[in-house]
């Protein structure tokens, strides 16, 4: 073995921490008897050759010993060896999105000639692989279909050979068959040419039963060929037919692991074993995360899909379930009243890590939350079980209560009411209020009063943002106090609460009058639009020119950095100050005339000030068109104002008709996995507005059915 490795001058050539001196070592280490000892080998390898997916001179010269290794039968551990190849490989790298360790052209000429010659080779020699499709070693048989698909030059072969190793007989490890299947999707969307073929081996592996295989058929046909799955229906009966019987059935014999070692492979072990600990079928948790991901706009299937995996019997599957159903809900628009109840089930149940995270999701559902409302509010009345503390939050009761708030329901309000005397204040706070009835929301104005006295007694502005925003709302008055306290703090807390002070008094109103002596003896120390849009509020008419004269200055600052902020603020109270703006707008015709100059996070603060100051139509529909095309995180606002002209906003009816029919939630553009979380209560409120519009035009407003029957049929 290894014939010919003494003849590299390995001191030669480099890796990612110097000569490769020590390269020989490690691929020795890769054929020990011992399995920590080839741990450790493999990761000194992606450590050093191939650190953070990089190639050098000397991850070349390694390549012929590393397709020895993995070819020959011998010591455990060639499936990784496999995999090591494939990421050497690097399957269509971008070399410009990479990092380079050096500015010069000639290094960099060369560092892509490497990565060339890697890739190359590893093809050039990837034939060899074929053979181990029948190896004895199932670790290998598990690596090697997805690596066929990648690195094999003749992928006519490959699905010959995929097909093969489905017959009857020619494979009995579940974990092997499920590859094949993946392997097969792979192939699919890889070559256009063989999509047909692919989809025509697996369709038949959704009716044989055993060890996921249907399940597996089922995630690549929906990568591959989704034209050639059962209908919604049908894929959530097979998917959830396929979770129970793997969870029913005999736990499938894993591979026994090295010990655990001090190596960052070993590391990830340790993490993946945490994280499937007491799961019987870690691989269907696998499956179902990657079926919900490529499923993609086929919602009917998947808040069916979340639904039943929501009532799993075994909390493993539950608890990714909750996960996979707060991307799904906030994520997409689809029926999810089922999804959302069973979210609330789990939020009041006994176990407390599921009733926290069920809960966590709930919070950042708002106004599609209800069907949970009535557990969420039996969980609250039970009470915390413990004095609140300071992280009441981070509770199961307390996200509970969060979740509850952010429905606007009046039951949260005591418990608010409570846990607002100390400890974490929530951003969402003035949110949530906004949602309660008036008079719901006054009855936190002794526990918002007596918190700002507190935190402005104490020469602090801990959480002034929250807590002013909610105030404006609770307690105006106490608003205007505190906003008072915030502007005479001392050093860095009056720094910090400034703006959220001065924005709040902008938002009052006449209400400010009180608060004008202490902006006026701001001018000069804080001009800018904030403090300009409080004056405006607080003085009215007589402060007019010379807030008119700040909001202007802040107008041509440009977009980027404090600047930008500047811009985005004068916006903003233009927008308040209505027509009585008007002398600045020729300044905001201006802007809009130089497209340009307004980017994305400006355009929509613009829009809805040529709105309100000039209330011209044609204006006002050109630059919202404008902000909806650059923006997603405007279109609610743009909607706001198409639903204010009626039906002269019939020439955007295409724009909203499509975005009713789409079906991802405005700000979600797909192609995301993890934790990725969108703005359900902004979306809503999009939907809401289109519909007025729809109606004011008289265009036809899409029902439940219409919605649901496009959901699966126009991805966006």
């Not at 799955?229 to 097979?238: E, F, K, N, V």
């Not at 418990?415 to 906004?434: D, I, K, N, Q």
């Not at 789409?662 to 209560?681: I, K, Q, S, T, W």
Request: hydrophobic share 45%; proline share 7%.
């Amino acid at each position: 073995m290894l014939t010919g490795i003494d003849d590299i001058d390995w001191t030669g050539l480099q890796h990612a921490y110097g000569d490769a001196s020590d390269v020989p070592d490690m691929l020795r280490g890769l054929l020990s008897a011992d399995a920590d000892e080839r741990e450790r080998a493999l990761d000194a390898l992606h450590g050093t050759v191939h650190h953070q997916g990089d190639v050098h001179d000397s991850t070349v010269a390694c390549l012929p010993f590393l397709f020895e290794i993995a070819v020959t039968p011998g010591p455990g551990g060639r499936g990784e060896v496999v995999e090591l190849l494939r990421s050497i490989h690097g399957d269509g790298r971008d070399p410009e999105v990479m990092d380079f360790w050096s500015d010069d052209e000639e290094e960099y000429a060369e560092w892509r000639r490497l990565l060339a010659r890697a890739e190359a080779d590893v093809r050039d020699r990837a034939g060899s692989l074929l053979p181990l499709l029948a190896d004895p070693d199932p670790g290998v048989r598990r690596a090697v279909p997805g690596a066929l698909v990648q690195l094999l030059p003749d992928p006519e072969a490959v699905r010959a050979a995929l097909t093969g190793r489905l017959a009857a007989e020619a494979e009995s490890d579940p974990a092997v068959l499920r590859a094949v299947a993946a392997a097969l999707g792979d192939l699919g969307v890889r070559h256009a040419g063989l999509t047909g073929a692919a989809a025509d081996a697996l369709v038949p592996l959704l009716d044989r039963p055993g060890g996921g295989l249907p399940l597996a058929a089922l995630t690549a046909l929906a990568r591959c060929a989704p034209e050639r799955l059962p209908g919604p229906g049908a894929t959530t009966r097979l998917a959830a037919a396929e979770l129970r019987t793997a969870l029913e059935g005999p736990p499938e014999a894993a591979p026994a692991p090295a010990e655990t070692t001090d190596t960052l492979i070993g590391y990830l072990r340790r993490l993946r074993a945490e994280h499937t600990a007491g799961a019987r079928a870690p691989w269907a948790t696998d499956l179902l995360g990657e079926l919900h991901f490529t499923l993609g706009d086929r919602v009917e299937a998947r808040f069916a899909l979340v639904a039943d995996q929501l009532g799993s019997p075994e909390r493993g599957q539950r608890r990714e379930a909750v996960n996979a159903a707060g991307t799904l809900l906030t994520g997409w628009r689809g029926p999810h009243e089922e999804p959302v109840r069973l979210l609330g089930e789990l939020a009041l149940g006994a176990d407390p890590v599921l009733a926290r995270e069920a809960a966590s999701e709930l919070c950042r559902l708002a106004v599609i939350g209800a069907p949970a409302a009535g557990a969420l509010a039996e969980r609250v009345a039970r009470g915390p079980g413990l004095p609140p503390q300071a992280r009441w939050h981070e509770t199961s009761y307390g996200r509970a209560l969060c979740a509850l708030a952010a429905q606007g329901d009046r039951r949260a309000v005591p418990g608010l009411a409570e846990v607002l005397r100390y400890g974490h204040v929530p951003e969402e706070l003035p949110e949530w209020l906004a949602r309660m009835p008036p008079e719901t929301a006054a009855r936190l104005a002794p526990a918002l009063t007596a918190r700002l006295a507190a935190m402005v007694g104490a020469g602090r502005s801990s959480f002034a943002a929250q807590l002013l925003g909610a105030a404006v709302v609770a307690a105006p008055e106490s608003a205007v106090t505190a906003a008072v306290g915030c502007l005479g703090l001392a050093g860095k807390a009056r720094l910090r609460s400034r703006g959220a002070a001065l924005r709040t008094l902008a938002g009052l109103g006449s209400a400010a009058r009180p608060a004008l002596p202490v902006l006026r003896s701001l001018v000069g120390e804080a001009d800018g639009p904030e403090l300009a849009a409080a004056l405006w509020a607080a003085g009215g008419d007589a402060e007019a020119e010379r807030a008119l004269t700040m909001l202007a200055a802040a107008l041509g600052a440009g977009n980027s950095g404090s600047a930008g902020g500047e811009r985005y603020e004068a916006l903003r109270a233009l927008a308040r100050a209505g027509t009585a703006a008007a002398p600045l707008l020729p300044a905001l015709r201006g802007l809009a005339a130089r497209p340009e100059e307004v980017d994305a996070w400006h355009a929509g603060a613009l829009a809805k000030a040529l709105w309100r100051v000039g209330g011209d139509t044609g204006e006002t529909l050109a630059a919202t068109r404008h902000a909806w095309e650059r923006s997603r995180a405007a279109r609610p606002d743009m909607t706001e104002i198409w639903a204010g002209l009626g039906p002269a906003a019939a020439p955007v009816l295409p724009l909203l008709r499509a975005e009713a029919a789409a079906p991802r939630r405005h700000d979600n553009e797909g192609g995301l996995r993890g934790r990725m979380r969108f703005r359900v209560a902004e979306d809503e409120r999009l939907l809401r507005h289109a519909r007025t519009v729809l109606a004011a035009c008289g265009a036809p407003d899409p029902g439940p059915g219409d919605q649901a029957e496009q959901f699966g049929q126009r991805p966006r």
